[in-house]
């Protein structure tokens, strides 16, 4: 799902005015009252649905940019943060963004990266097993393209990675998890349904 930050309405969701976790595409319509062109769960989160990571919506930092190693794949360092909402959209590996400190009215922290500067991540394995449904954002160089990913069937981080940059062309591309991937995209018949999510981001009409 291609959008272009410039002229789409591209937000991140997670909880209504009242604080109450939305966890889910219908949820995230019935606070809006409009609908959704496209949707998808965006990063990794808290047992409470609160991100790992930075997170800010709408100009509102909810929580803080992670720097150091940690446990699971948030913590495969380099790590990224996915940045929009002043026409561009950017994915940043996570201390080329701190250096850089741009201003974002959404972003979202997660990890790992799958491509950095055109370069994959420099420890996926070609041969890896771990294999799942996994999704992700990549962006263009210019910052005038996002775009959002799922695959079809169980894939490793090196193939993700590698058809982000050579089939798509993206120059950076930021993973969001895996497993609990779901896309929400009416033109393509798809309301993928299963567990509650934490941050959602997507398209409103």
Same mark, same amino acid.
């Given at each position: 799902?291609? *959008? ?5 309405? @591209?937000?991140? +969701? ?10 889910? +595409?219908?949820? *995230? ?22 991100? $790992? %990571? ?6 509102? =930092?909810?929580?803080?940019? @992670? ?6 794949? &948030?913590?495969?360092?380099? #790590?990224?943060?996915?940045? &929009?909402?002043? %026409?561009?959209?950017? *994915? =940043? ?15 979202? =922290?997660?990890?790992?990266? /799958?491509?950095?500067? #055109? ?15 996994? #999704?992700? $954002? ?10 959002? $990913?799922?695959? #079809?069937?169980? $894939?490793? +981080?090196?193939? &993700? ?26 033109? /393509? ?5 299963? &567990? ?7 398209? *409103?009409?």
């Amino acid at each position: 799902c291609t *959008v272009d930050p410039a002229t789409e309405d @591209l937000r991140l +969701f997670r909880a209504d005015a009242q604080g109450k976790v939305l966890g889910s +595409f219908a949820a *995230v319509e019935s606070a809006l009252g409009r609908p959704l062109a496209f949707a998808m769960n965006a990063g990794m989160y808290h047992p409470d649905r609160r991100a $790992v %990571g930075l997170y800010i919506e709408d100009g509102d =930092q909810q929580t803080g940019l @992670l720097t150091a190693e940690s446990p699971g794949n &948030f913590g495969l360092l380099p #790590n990224g943060v996915f940045c &929009f909402g002043d %026409g561009t959209a950017r *994915v =940043q590996e996570t201390l080329a963004f701190r250096a850089a400190a741009p201003v974002c009215r959404y972003a979202m =922290q997660s990890g790992p990266m /799958l491509v950095i500067d #055109n370069r994959l991540h420099p420890r996926f394995l070609p041969k890896s097993d771990s294999r799942f449904i996994r #999704n992700g $954002v990549g962006t263009m160089a210019a910052g005038d393209r996002a775009v959002f $990913v799922i695959s #079809n069937d169980a $894939v490793n +981080f090196y193939d &993700f990675a590698v058809f982000m940059r050579d089939a798509l062309g993206l120059a950076n591309a930021l993973y969001f998890d895996g497993n609990i991937s779901r896309l929400y995209a009416p033109e /393509l018949g798809r309301n993928d349904p299963g &567990f509650q999510l934490g941050p959602i981001v997507g398209v *409103v009409q």
